[in-house]
């Protein structure tokens, strides 16, 4: 059995490499990007590669690296199911829609004439959503039809920007109210920078334009809660509000306790992920009226030191196993399980 990883410094391939040479499992580093990627991972039984959603090359051809090698009879992680709906918000309605999960209320129009007309029949505040985008970044409460329509005039103009180049100096500006140290300070400068620099995301990219995404503003949550399920086992992180906002992700301000998580997310992110099926879902929460969880989007990736303090991980009976662990190396298990029950039936 051999696994072909790509490597990306600062991404899932360090610790699932330091994983393989800590265990004997063999492999060989590929590269993605190399246009005889098939050949090179021809004696391999499986592909890793932690792609980015803002790696602008990598979502050109990600997914139809992906399906190719499957339909070859080869592991993938992600796989197609676990990394189609990766950073499009969009696709994520449809999914969830379709599979019954509780997600927030969510519209998409692709007529500028259908979307106006639903402004004067819907009540406000809304959210708006790009497809795209992470951390908050591009996610904005909408006070009243004024706004949604001045939204929806541009959605079907000129379009947004793929990233909002404001949010990051803004967010510069909260991490420097919040930690006020020297890092804080060059961040400032770096998110004054971006208003002026496009990345290279952005410029490759184009603009987000041709349909616009609302969701119900689901009011009183201070804080979300991130639910990530990796085969049979779960973790978690509530992040709470930056201070006056409504927005949670990216926020950086995180508790770990398991008594902050209500057991139902953990629920309802094993049963999506079997129905999926997903080798490592991320689900959003935040809570109704009622108090009953509401999915807001769903990821494959996450970042990776933010998890390394969490306090144990669930099993699928909802057992706590309590103490450190490496969700990196899950992954690697699991597929290595995959591969082996493959290879068993296959004889
Ligand atoms: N419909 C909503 N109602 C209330 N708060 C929301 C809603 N959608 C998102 N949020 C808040 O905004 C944050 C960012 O939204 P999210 O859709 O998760 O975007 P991102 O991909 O940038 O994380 C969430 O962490 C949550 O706190
Ligand atoms: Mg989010």
Redesign the pocket.
Known sequence: MKLGIHHTPGTFSDRWIAYCQANGITFKIVDCYATDIIKQLEDCDALCWHWHHADEKAVLFARQLTYSLEAQGKKVFPDSATGWHF?D?VGQKYLMEALGAPM?PSYVFYDKKEALEWLDTTTFPK?F?LRG???????KLVKDAGAARRLVNRAFGRGFAARDRFSRFNDGIWRFKRDKNFAAVTGIFKGLARIFIPTSFEKMHGREKGYVYF?????A?N??TRIIAIGRKAFAIR?Y?RKGD?????SGVIGYEKELFDERCVRITFDLAAQLPSQSLAL?F?FDEKNDP?I??M?YGFSIQVYDNCTGYWDQDLNWHAGPFVPQHFMIDDLMAEITADKMIAT
Do not use: C, H, P, T
């Open positions: 950073d918000k927030v959210v959503k985008g992470a951390g908050s970044s591009n996610v969701q119900e503003f689901i009011k949550n804080y979300d992040r509000n409504f927005r949670a992700s990216g959003d935040i509401l807001v989007e990821s």
